[in-house]
Each structure stands twice: as structure tokens, then as C-alpha cells.
């Protein structure tokens, strides 16, 4: 009996995202290791950081000083697919994957897409409002929250169906800021969690927009309570 792929039942979008994660960190990983770049690789993941994350200042220089140029303004996506080591972008291959199945299964592939994006570009865009120290954002986390949120909604709506709590709906991300405030516990933290809260909130938000029947279908749910 064949065995069937685990990656043929997650939704093409999602693998898409992963393989760019997945490409890139290979990428800098290798280089790092001297396997390719030669001499000049091992500085790859650290010109990567220069080149692509986003930081507070950049906010600093787009909207108070007036430099709104390409390099700055790319920095609120690219920041999504450069990871601070391999660890780092292995978790969020693990998340993405995960949820992307959930939510792929359900949201159209745009749709996805828009969530995703969406939750990593406010994301960056609050934490450098925000931000008392201009500490670089890097990784998928943001976006990744941003499915969470769209999770939540899902699982809030499939507990309505079933007649349970609906607040278990928010167990996950419960679990995951459990987990963050322990591990700032334990080894300090950086503002950076403000881009990954509120890509949450900008997915839980966006979520009922963006699922299959859109506004007007959660103005029914809306009306149907009444």
C-alpha cells in the first residue's frame, strides 16, 4: 500500500509560502555553513538582515522624515521570509503548514493570500508605531499569527454550530502567549511580540471579510442571533 505525501493534503497557497521560507532559510543556512558563497557566504544571513527586515525606524524615516523609498517599503513583506537562524524559520514551516492547512481548506487561495500578507504588513506597521526600541523584526510570525486569528474564527463558529463554549476557541492562542510570556520569563524578550498580537487581531478581524461568503455572510450569522 502507497503511502500518501502529508503534503499533498495541505492547500498549493500555504506550500507555496513554505517553500519560499524553506528556499531562503536553506539558502543563508548553507551559505553559513560554507557549502556555498564561498568566504563571502557566511556574511549572507547578516547582509539578509540589512538588506530585508523591518525595523521602527523604518516608520521613523517613511512618514516622519519623508524617505518613503522601494527599500523601505519592502521591508513590511520581506522581513516575513528571512528567519534569524534555522530554528527559527523551522517553527514557523511547522505553524504555517499546519494552519495553512486548516485555514487553506477552507479560505480561496486569495483570500488566503490577503490574510496572510495583510497580517504580516499591519503587524510590522503597529509594532513600529508602537515600538519603545527599534529591535529588527524577522520571520513569518506576524503572518502566521494573523492564520491564528483566522482559526480562532473558524473554530468559534464550529463551536457555535455544535453548541459548545466558544471561548474554547481561543485555547490556542492562549497557549501560545502562555508560552511567549514564559520564554520572555526565562530568557528575556523584545518588543517584537506586539507585531505577533496584532497579527492576530488583524487576522480574527479579518476573517469574517475574507471567508467564503464574506461580509454578507457574517451580517446573517449577525441577524440570525437576534
Given amino acids: 500500500m502507497q503511502e500518501e505525501s502529508p503534503f499533498n493534503s495541505v492547500p498549493p497557497v500555504p506550500l507555496l509560502l513554505v517553500a519560499i521560507v524553506v528556499g531562503v532559510e536553506l539558502t543563508l543556512w548553507s551559505a553559513g555553513q560554507g557549502f556555498v558563497g564561498g568566504a563571502a557566504g557566511v556574511g549572507w544571513r547578516a547582509a539578509a538582515f540589512q538588506d530585508y527586515a523591518f525595523a521602527p525606524a523604518v516608520m521613523t524615516e517613511i512618514f516622519e522624515r519623508g524617505r518613503g523609498s522601494f527599500d523601505l517599503w519592502k521591508r513590511f513583506v520581506t522581513y516575513a521570509f528571512v528567519h534569524v537562524n534555522f530554528t527559527h524559520a523551522l517553527w514557523a ?3 504555517l503548514l499546519a494552519l495553512g492547512k486548516f485555514v487553506g481548506e477552507v479560505f480561496r487561495p486569495v483570500a488566503f493570500l490577503i490574510l ?3 497580517s504580516s504588513i499591519l ?3 503597529i509594532y513600529g ?5 527599534n529591535t529588527p523584526l524577522l520571520g513569518a510570525y506576524p503572518g502566521v499569527y494573523g492564520l491564528i486569528g483566522a482559526y480562532t474564527y473558524l473554530m468559534w463558529l464550529t463551536l457555535e454550530r455544535i453548541g459548545e463554549n466558544q471561548l474554547k476557541a481561543f485555547q490556542l492562542i492562549g497557549i501560545l502567549l502562555g508560552l511567549m510570556l514564559v520564554y520572555s520569563m526565562l530568557f528575556g524578550s523584545t518588543p517584537t511580540w506586539i507585531a505577533e498580537v496584532s497579527g492576530f487581531l488583524v487576522g480574527l478581524f479579518a476573517a469574517p471579510l475574507l471567508a467564503p461568503g464574506g461580509w454578507q455572510a457574517f451580517v446573517h450569522r449577525i441577524r440570525n442571533r437576534r
Fill in 129 to 133: 508605531a508602537v515600538s519603545w526600541q
Fill in 116 to 118: 496572510f500578507f495583510l
Fill in 123 to 125: 503587524g510590522a506597521a
Fill in 93 to 95: 514551516t511547522v505553524l
